[in-house]
């Protein structure tokens, strides 16, 4: 039986619950579990003054409900388990997590799996900036696990990113892969412009029906299907994610750069303009 957490809290003030995680609650009382001190701004609340708390959490597993889009941190720093949240939530969730596998059956805010080491989060909706980004001032974002959001994404996904795979179902903001050291992001709508800037090592797959413009900081290589773009497409298809499946069989144009780098990346558009 999972441990449920419902939110109730009435305010407009952001609600800040980091360190709430399975790891932390396998072996607390639900008494324990509700005196838990979360943050109304700046003040310190127990959790049971927001939340509704039933069940137990001795199998890792936690099922949060209500209109979370004021929630921040959920799942943050997490190392094992699983949380299956219902409704949008807010921002830096799955935050630096390390392993397990978060499930958000909405939309997400900011900061969506910045700095994250491990595990799986899984964005059913769409997501808003800064997907699995660096901090401000910190020298390298994701490095490792998969993040994979169906629906739309925001600005600099994947920024500094080192390891791990990211894939957006729908469209993305300008700047994917911006200041990329390695690592994978995939993208299956159009995408904004500035895709790759300053990369250094990397695979950036931009699958939309239209081709972006690209950085003049990029040359073209050559064209081929290589069958690791089928596996990377097989592994987020066996998670769910829908995309168009002609991709398994077309050949993709390569182009390296970004040339005021290292220039090691790759960028990978299909072929032609694909009729929708």
């Not at 949060?64 to 921040?72: I, K, M, P, R």
């Not at 790759?196 to 090592?201: K, P, Q």
Request: hydrophobic fraction near 40%.
């Amino acid at each position: 039986m999972p441990l449920k957490l419902s939110y109730f809290g009435d305010t407009s003030v952001p609600v800040e619950v980091e360190g709430l995680t399975p790891d932390w609650a396998c072996d607390k009382s639900p008494a324990e579990i509700e005196r838990f001190e979360i943050f109304e701004g700046n003040r310190k609340r127990p959790l049971a003054e927001m939340f509704r708390v039933s069940g137990s959490a001795t199998d890792r597993c936690f099922e949060w409900e209500g209109n979370l889009a004021g929630v921040h941190w959920i799942g943050a720093g997490m190392q094992t388990g699983e949380m299956h949240v219902h409704g949008p939530v807010g921002r830096h969730v799955g935050s630096g997590l390390r392993g397990g596998a978060i499930q958000i059956h909405g939309d997400a805010g900011d900061w969506a799996g910045a700095e994250l080491h491990g595990g799986l989060l899984h964005i059913h909706g769409s997501a808003a900036q800064m997907v699995g980004a660096a901090y401000r001032g910190a020298p390298k974002g994701m490095t490792g696990g998969m993040i994979l959001v169906d629906g739309d994404a925001g600005d600099e996904v994947g920024a500094a990113m080192r390891r791990g795979l990211i894939a957006v179902g729908g469209s993305a903001g300008d700047l994917v892969g911006f200041n990329m050291i390695a690592g994978t992001v995939l993208v299956f709508g159009d995408c904004g412009i500035r895709a790759g800037a300053n990369m250094r090592r990397g695979t950036v797959g931009l699958f939309g029906a239209a081709r972006p413009t690209l950085l003049p900081t990029f040359r073209f290589a050559t064209t081929i299907r290589p069958h690791v773009v089928n596996v990377l497409l097989r592994t987020v298809a066996a998670q769910g994610v829908k995309f168009d499946q002609r991709l398994l069989e077309e050949e993709f144009d390569i182009y390296h750069g970004d040339a005021v780098s290292v220039g090691r990346g790759e960028l990978l558009l299909r072929q032609v303009e694909v009729a929708v």
